[in-house]
């Protein structure tokens, strides 16, 4: 599993996807930031992975290696 935490800001939305664009999963964190987001990665094949989050101020990417 891929964990994040940090501020959570308006209309947030936090997505997986490959490198060639197609989204493999998507969550809406908690605003309170309760609890942390994940994302579930075990059956997915080893690889280069983009996890976007999206904001009312901000995007940001961050890139990620899963290895078998």
């Not at 994040?4 to 998507?26: N, T, Y």
């Amino acid at each position: 599993k891929i964990h994040i935490a940090g501020k959570i800001g308006d209309k947030a939305e936090m997505q997986l996807l490959d490198l060639s664009g197609r989204l493999l999963d998507q969550v809406t964190p908690s605003k309170d930031n309760t609890e942390m987001s994940s994302f579930d990665i075990a059956k997915l094949p080893a690889g280069v992975y983009l996890i976007k989050y999206t904001d009312v101020n901000q995007t940001i990417s961050e890139k990620v290696t899963k290895e078998d």
